[in-house]
């Protein structure tokens, strides 16, 4: 009897330890996990960083296509992306990464900013991230709808794409001054 109890007593304790392991077990996957996920958003971070401090070096329209084309497909790996741009009031791209049919990212960019009446969205269709900047369409980032985009991403994209709308408005400006601004202003003197 008392080798019985022994017996049960050795059993119990043994699973009790296994259900122990595999607690901790799933506790330390749960972590790996949760510190994966927090390195690739540094990672996606230190891309959107990159990005802002290209398009800080960019004073003009071709030098910020140029940063918009090196660095928007690094915050969006394996996925189509672009960039539709109003000038003149037409839309123009900026940059492109994948297949797009330029009529499909000009809907995608009027849809995205309200233009052109009512538009049904199809399944197949670039999720847009637009921008307005007093009034006036700057920009629309396009990028392909699958995989779904996480919260982090969606994040990033829309800081992204508000970090270029500003540039393209200082490319702009700065453009303006240098066509209307030769010979309007007297020189500042030393002294």
């Known amino acids: 009897m008392l080798l019985t109890a022994a017996l049960v007593a050795a059993t119990v304790f043994g ?69 539709m741009i109003r000038a003149a009031g037409a839309w123009e791209p900026l940059m492109t990464v994948g297949d797009t049919a330029p009529a499909d990212r000009e809907r995608a960019a009027r849809r995205a900013m309200g233009e052109g ?18 009034d006036t369409p700057v920009c629309v980032l396009g990028a392909a709808s699958e995989p779904a985009l996480t919260a982090h ?16 408005k200082n490319a702009e400006l700065r453009k303006q001054l240098q066509d209307g601004g030769r010979g309007s202003r007297p020189a500042l003197r030393a002294g």
């Open 153 to 168: 991403q969606r994040g990033v994209l829309t800081t992204a794409v508000a970090l270029l709308a500003a540039s393209l």
């Open 117 to 134: 009446g009512l538009q049904v969205r199809l399944p197949s269709d670039d999720e847009c991230f637009p921008v307005v900047i007093a």
């Open 15 to 83: 699973i009790y330890q296994w259900r122990q392991r595999r607690q901790l077990s799933g506790v330390a996957t749960g972590a790996a996990i949760a510190s994966k996920e927090a390195m690739e958003q540094v990672e996606e971070t230190s891309r959107l960083v990159d990005f802002a401090d290209a398009l800080t070096r960019a004073p003009e329209l071709e030098s910020v296509a140029a940063a918009a084309g090196t660095h928007v497909p690094l915050l969006m790996p394996n996925r189509r992306a672009w960039v």
